[in-house]
């Protein structure tokens, strides 16, 4: 299975940009690179996702490498409900690593 | 609602006893995932289902578990003899079809289990 390398945990100030990174060296020609959030005591939730081209929603934009090894997902102003885990997933499988633990500071 | 739904959202249990999860996938949706959630961990796959496909197993930590999706829609997860280690939230989630990679998938609130 194509596998996501991601920090631990990140620390952010409150209203600054927050750049979270995601290695996937092994991703496959047809993987589509997905990103989920899980607030304390919640199931995750759909945040962003694609496959070549850079991609915005309202939640965040998604920035992936020309070689796709990598990506980074971008929250343009961080704020206090923005403190999760943010999971960086190829859906061969949805399979989930252990994520990156956001911790935003006022 | 239109979500995934899952009961019971909170479950004690003796060790030793059989429990019973229940996942109401979203309707339409084809695919659906367990995932179990230990204290502070991220999420480890269990099984996952697929229409009328065989189910991927290859998750599931032990023969104690067990999992089943009557009629491509609601699925429950047993775990017999449970054990303390058990003690988790049980994540539910769909999807429309697979093959399509670019679908997002739901989760549900999760089943939280204690053992004692």
């Known amino acids: 299975d194509a596998k996501t390398t991601q920090p631990n945990s990140m620390e952010s100030n409150e209203e600054e940009p927050v750049h979270l990174p995601c290695n996937h060296s092994t991703i496959s020609g047809t993987d589509y690179i997905h990103w989920y959030r899980q607030l304390p005591s919640q199931g995750p939730e759909y945040v962003i996702h694609?496959?070549?081209s850079n991609v915005n929603n309202r939640m965040a934009s998604l920035a992936i490498a020309e070689d796709r090894k990598s990506s980074t997902l971008i929250l343009h102003r961080a704020t206090l409900r923005d403190a999760a885990v943010y999971y960086c997933i190829l859906t061969d499988r949805f399979t989930f690593g252990g994520g990156t633990r956001l911790m935003v500071k006022p | 609602g239109a979500g995934v739904s899952q009961s019971p959202s909170n479950k004690v249990t003796e060790k030793g006893k059989d429990v019973e999860l229940r996942c109401d996938p979203i309707?339409?949706?084809?695919?659906l995932y367990w995932y179990r959630q230990s204290l502070g961990q991220g999420l480890e796959f269990l099984i996952y289902?697929?229409?009328?496909?065989?189910?991927?197993k290859s998750g599931l930590p032990s023969d104690r578990f067990s999992a089943e999706r009557t009629g491509g829609s609601v699925s429950t997860l047993t775990i017999q003899r449970t054990q303390q280690e058990d003690s988790a939230v049980y994540l539910c989630?769909?999807?429309?079809?697979?093959?399509?990679?670019?679908?997002?998938?739901?989760f549900g609130e999760g089943s939280w289990l204690t053992v004692v």
């Open positions: 694609g496959l070549t």
């Open positions: 289902f697929q229409g009328n496909s065989a189910p991927d």
């Open positions: 309707s339409g949706h084809t695919a």
């Open positions: 989630a769909s999807s429309p079809h697979r093959g399509q990679q670019g679908n997002t998938i739901y």
